[in-house]
């Protein structure tokens, strides 16, 4: 994120990252079973979500897409490389589930109007999906932290100021009302590169 907590400019423009802080990203994505991502961030980015920059296995590559909105010509579904998940709920429509199906995603139905996440990872990890990366964005951020489904925060601090009250921030959605109910972390590592800071934490208490 920049300095000021944005994770993407207000035109959509989310890049951020130093070439180091992506080699640090794509040996997390190495080291994890999946790695998930919400619509939002899928049609905006157009991302690939696969291990670069360095030699490692490909996670599966899971979408949060309530409405099964995800294109048929998205990178995701055309590069070849591991496994697509794309999570959606019982609003989403049959004739587009199934083309994504076509498309060679595995669908997985769960919530009503909106993907039920919980129930979503205890399917997951009775298919053998034990841990995910989740790189956002915002709104995604907010409805794992808030649902009590994140172990640990890994966030860079990049050296930009960025601004805009339209801009996206790390985490978004309602958030909480008073600052008695914040999400509680603890701080477990710094490490510094070039002219970016890396904060690691552990999330302690979800209320």
Not at 146 to 151: C, F, T, Y
Not at 171 to 199: M, W
Request: net charge positive; glycine share 8%; charged share 25%.
């Amino acid at each position: 994120m920049s300095l000021d907590g944005k994770i993407a400019t207000r035109s959509g423009d989310s890049r951020i990252s130093s070439r180091d802080d992506l080699k640090t990203l794509h040996r997390l994505r190495s080291q994890h079973d999946a790695v998930m991502i919400g619509i939002r961030t899928e049609l905006l980015d157009n991302p690939l979500l696969t291990v670069r920059f360095l030699k490692g296995k490909d996670p599966i590559r899971l979408i949060i897409d309530s409405l099964a909105r995800t294109p048929l010509d998205a990178k995701i579904l055309k590069s070849g490389h591991s496994r697509v998940i794309i999570a959606v709920s019982r609003k989403a429509s049959p004739s587009k589930i199934n083309s994504l199906k076509q498309a060679g995603a595995t669908i997985i139905q769960c919530g009503s109007s909106m993907v039920n996440l919980k129930t979503l990872l205890r399917t997951l990890y009775r298919r053998g999906v034990e841990s995910i990366i989740l790189e956002g964005g915002g709104t995604l951020n907010w409805s794992m932290l808030n649902d009590g489904l994140v172990d640990e925060v890994h966030v860079t601090v990049s050296p930009k100021i960025l601004g805009g009250k339209d801009a996206t921030t790390l985490v978004e959605g309602l958030g909480v009302p008073t600052i008695s109910r914040a999400i509680q972390l603890q701080l477990s590592r710094v490490y510094r590169k070039g002219n970016e800071i890396t904060l690691q934490y552990k999330v302690t208490r979800n209320e």
